[in-house]
């Protein structure tokens, strides 16, 4: 492979909206280079390709094999050395990939907030434990407890089943109301309530409680238990896995570094999913919580319209209010109760990678100068994990970031045809 | 308005020189108040390696970091443990013959001033630092350097003054200064004093329109942390002609061992490139000069790459005095890279001024007049800020 690659559309994120943009944009006769981290394509909902992925994904699975689109899997955005380029690096080498246009479809994270014990081995996202079920992680007869919100610990639970977990209970933070009135709502979208009533029905047996959740994990060097509110009583459970996930965040470092407008914390496009800057889009999840549906419908947008066949998308951008309703909904019903941001305690670690505590953060007014007094998130996670809890916990706003995007070999920054111009 | 604040001294800006100046005149009794347009030292304070160096390239360099260095040494045990002050010491190195001899002379230097210094051929470097490159010809090892975190000393040094009576003001943007004393903030509140001094770095030029002061970028990247595989901050001997080149852009190889395993990747100097984003050519052209010194960095993962402004004079050397033709308003910036070296001995030399007391140090070099009267922004109209 050439060091410096050209395409016309370059892809960022090969889930369902990567995928759909992509499948769209060939369909124009673009040149659409697919870039994903992961060894697939699939992202997060679809991780493992299109055997462990359900029936509806398949089209989408076998569509994009049938394109012309060009895929690097395994590659991740290190850095953006110049405008219309791209660092990329794998295990092994870097790359450059020059691009006209740009469809960012960079997904979500669990937003993981810390309460006692949070730092424990055993204890991981809700989704966490998905992905690492999904990723080979033999869960069979391990007691497992979910906590958290949202629809995802549903969907965790189901998988853990199937790999043969005990799943003794799930904590679902939001009170009964919110949840009543979400499932009252949903019955305007059969499909989602068709794949509810499918959960529940896998789920059969297993107890939800809601207006709950932990108040500690236990255990000296590993899990062995954890604490519970659930309503207005506590309880104390042994386990051997812990997930908890206070429900998605977008992924915006790429967008933020291009100088894309983020508002609440996505991405903010217009009707053609066109960022605040011209011909870089954004798509899916890293536009605002929606699912799959969305972020099919979304990707073929972003397709369409960087390619020039406008009218196809404009035609297609009406569907897109449905979903962004369902994507309200979702953010309304499973608002973070307060509590939720009180259980830290002073000795509690926010930031794992630089070991520091609630207590520690307290004295400070701001990101920047805790950052700057602490080193929080100054590891290697870059605040991607302790920001989102700042923000929770304190109110702080991110301050400035700084490149690379991810942990990027010094060599791969060396990539020789970025220098284009040496100092005199 | 009536002013807000009365003291003998007002101090605009608290990064490193701010903090350790008021620390100083509260020490002796002053009272002082440190306004801050944002938040403590968190400018070019927070930017820089914290590499406690002696410079020997002029007598007013050597004088004040060498007296800087002291100071901070003779302090480290009052440091904070998160201030990260180590002892590493500082090796000069030497690429080929022509630069062993300059390193001798740099020793003779040395000695003349009664520092310490070694001499390393190549074989007792390799034994010292065995990541480096094995072409290198030696090294002059300068045992007494040091370094730490600044933006935590920066801190520690405001929090003592603090704890002395000094009052902080955070988020108190100055838009003008008069010679009467009195300190006009952007939301239209007074300050007075019966001194001011600007130890406002590069944003000094705002208050003080034609100062001979100019941002000089310099671009630093750290690494992930790894277990300790180098002891000493590196440094090659070329770093001098790097850094007091009057212009253009220039890349000096420096790396520095962090207390948390990770590395500190320096250095770049660049005037007329104000832009606070990352030069990519630039930094490309550090790390394969960090490469060429230290090949094995190649597969270290980078894990943040940033810039920050140094407040550079013409002759390199700070501005601390008053400001000509002035009688109440003083300086205490432009110290271009040595600001965290050096702010201790400038802190007691401009307290002794203050006070006027004889300082220790010969004031002379960096008395602001040397660049001749310069005049103050229209009272009326301050230049580049937002009414």
């Given at each position: 492979m050439s060091s410096e690659l050209h395409t016309d559309i370059a892809i960022i994120g090969a889930g369902p909206a990567g995928m759909a943009a992509a499948i769209a944009a060939c369909a124009q006769g673009a040149h659409v280079t697919l870039v994903d981290d992961n060894p697939r394509p699939g992202g997060q909902i679809w991780r493992g390709g299109p055997s462990q992925a359900p029936a509806s994904a398949s089209s989408t699975f076998r569509q994009l094999a049938d394109s012309q689109a060009r895929l690097l899997s395994g590659f991740r955005v290190a850095a953006i050395p110049a405008p219309g380029q791209l660092l990329l690096e794998d295990p092994h080498r870097a790359q450059v990939l020059r691009y006209g246009k740009l469809i960012i479809a960079s997904g979500a994270r669990e937003r993981l907030l810390p309460f006692p014990g949070w730092t424990l081995p055993g204890v991981t996202g809700a989704g966490g434990l998905q992905a690492l079920v999904k990723g080979g992680l033999d869960v069979r007869d391990q007691?497992?407890?979910?906590?958290?919100?949202?629809?995802?610990?549903?969907?965790?639970?189901?998988?853990?089943?199937?790999?043969?977990?005990?799943?003794?209970?799930?904590?679902?933070?939001?009170?009964?109301?919110?949840?009543?009135?979400?499932?009252?709502?949903?019955?305007?979208?059969?499909?989602?309530?068709?794949?509810?009533?499918?959960?529940?029905?896998?789920?059969?047996?297993?107890?939800?409680?809601?207006?709950?959740?932990?108040?500690?994990?236990?255990?000296?060097?590993?899990?062995?238990?954890?604490?519970?509110?659930?309503?207005?009583?506590?309880?104390?459970?042994?386990?051997?896995?812990?997930?908890?996930?206070?429900?998605?965040?977008?992924?915006?470092?790429?967008?933020?570094?291009?100088?894309?407008?983020?508002?609440?914390?996505?991405?903010?496009?217009?009707?053609?999913?066109?960022?605040?800057?011209?011909?870089?889009?954004?798509?899916?999840?890293?536009?605002?919580?929606?699912?799959?549906?969305?972020?099919?419908?979304?990707?073929?947008?972003?397709?369409?319209?960087?390619?020039?066949?406008?009218?196809?998308?404009?035609?297609?951008?009406?569907?897109?209010?449905?979903?962004?309703?369902?994507?309200?909904?979702?953010?309304?019903?499973?608002?973070?109760?307060?509590?939720?941001?009180?259980?830290?305690?002073?000795?509690?670690?926010?930031?794992?990678?630089?070991?520091?505590?609630?207590?520690?953060?307290?004295?400070?007014?701001?990101?920047?100068?805790?950052?700057?007094?602490?080193?929080?998130?100054?590891?290697?996670?870059?605040?991607?994990?302790?920001?989102?809890?700042?923000?929770?916990?304190?109110?702080?706003?991110?301050?400035?970031?700084?490149?690379?995007?991810?942990?990027?070999?010094?060599?791969?920054?060396l990539e020789p045809t970025l220098a284009k111009a040496n100092p005199t | 308005m009536n002013p807000v604040m009365h003291g003998d001294v007002l101090i605009i800006g608290a990064g490193i020189i701010g903090s350790a100046l008021a620390e100083q005149c509260a020490r002796r009794g002053l009272r002082v108040a440190v306004a801050e347009a944002a938040i403590p030292a968190a400018g070019t304070s927070a930017a820089g390696m914290g590499h406690l160096v002696v410079l020997d390239d002029n007598p007013a360099e050597l004088a004040l970091s060498r007296d800087g260095l002291a100071r901070w040494q003779a302090r480290r045990h009052e440091l904070p443990a998160n201030a990260e002050y180590r002892a590493c010491g500082t090796l000069w190195l030497a690429r080929d013959e022509a630069e062993m001899q300059e390193a001798e002379r740099k020793q003779a230097g040395y000695q003349q001033h009664g520092l310490s210094s070694n001499l390393l051929p190549a074989t007792a470097l390799r034994k010292l630092e065995p990541a480096l490159a094995p072409n290198l010809a030696g090294a002059l090892q300068v045992p007494d350097d040091a370094v730490l975190y600044p933006p935590v000393a920066s801190r520690w040094l405001l929090q003592n003054a603090q704890a002395l009576g000094a009052q902080l003001w955070c988020k108190a943007q100055v838009s003008s200064v008069d010679d009467e004393g009195v300190a006009r903030l952007a939301d239209g509140r007074l300050l007075r004093a019966r001194h001011i001094v600007i130890a406002a770095g590069n944003a000094s030029a705002t208050l003080l329109p034609g100062l001979p002061l100019k941002p000089r970028k310099g671009q630093l990247l750290i690494t992930e942390r790894y277990p300790q595989r180098i002891r000493h901050q590196l440094v090659e001997l070329g770093y001098i002609r790097s850094a007091h080149a009057s212009d253009g852009d220039s890349v000096a190889f420096n790396v520095q061992p962090r207390a948390t395993g990770q590395l500190l990747i320096g250095s770049s100097r660049q005037f007329h490139d104000t832009d606070p984003a990352i030069n990519w050519p630039l930094l490309q052209a550090m790390l394969s000069r960090a490469l060429e010194y230290l090949p094995s960095l190649r597969q270290l993962q980078a894990l943040r790459s940033w810039a920050g402004f140094r407040p550079a004079t013409p002759d390199k050397l700070p501005l601390l005095g008053k400001v000509p033709g002035h009688s109440r308003l003083w300086l205490a910036t432009g110290h271009e890279g040595l600001g965290i070296t050096t702010a201790l001995a400038s802190a007691h030399l401009l307290a002794d001024l203050l006070c006027e007391q004889a300082p220790a140090l010969d004031p002379t070099p960096y008395n602001p007049a040397r660049f001749g009267p310069w005049s103050l922004a229209d009272q009326h109209h301050p230049v580049g800020v937002a009414a």
């Open positions: 007691h497992i407890v979910l906590a958290g919100t949202g629809p995802l610990l549903l969907a965790s639970a189901a998988t853990l089943r199937a790999a043969g977990a005990q799943v003794l209970l799930i904590a679902e933070q939001a009170p009964w109301s919110q949840l009543a009135r979400f499932g009252w709502a949903l019955k305007a979208y059969p499909a989602k309530l068709a794949q509810a009533a499918s959960l529940a029905w896998q789920l059969g047996g297993v107890p939800y409680h809601h207006a709950s959740h932990v108040l500690a994990a236990l255990g000296q060097t590993r899990l062995e238990g954890v604490q519970l509110q659930l309503g207005a009583r506590t309880l104390t459970l042994p386990c051997d896995w812990l997930g908890v996930g206070y429900g998605l965040l977008p992924n915006t470092e790429l967008l933020r570094a291009l100088h894309c407008q983020i508002s609440q914390g996505a991405a903010e496009v217009d009707a053609l999913m066109q960022t605040s800057q011209a011909g870089i889009y954004a798509v899916g999840e890293a536009t605002g919580i929606g699912g799959v549906d969305k972020a099919l419908l979304e990707g073929r947008i972003a397709g369409l319209a960087a390619t020039g066949a406008v009218a196809a998308a404009q035609a297609l951008a009406p569907r897109r209010k449905r979903q962004l309703a369902f994507a309200a909904l979702l953010d309304k019903h499973f608002a973070l109760q307060p509590a939720i941001t009180q259980l830290a305690q002073p000795d509690t670690l926010v930031c794992r990678c630089e070991d520091v505590s609630h207590a520690s953060l307290q004295l400070f007014d701001s990101w920047r100068e805790a950052k700057l007094q602490t080193r929080c998130g100054m590891g290697a996670c870059q605040g991607r994990i302790c920001g989102a809890a700042c923000e929770s916990l304190y109110g702080w706003q991110g301050s400035g970031d700084r490149p690379p995007l991810l942990p990027t070999r010094l060599g791969s920054l | -």
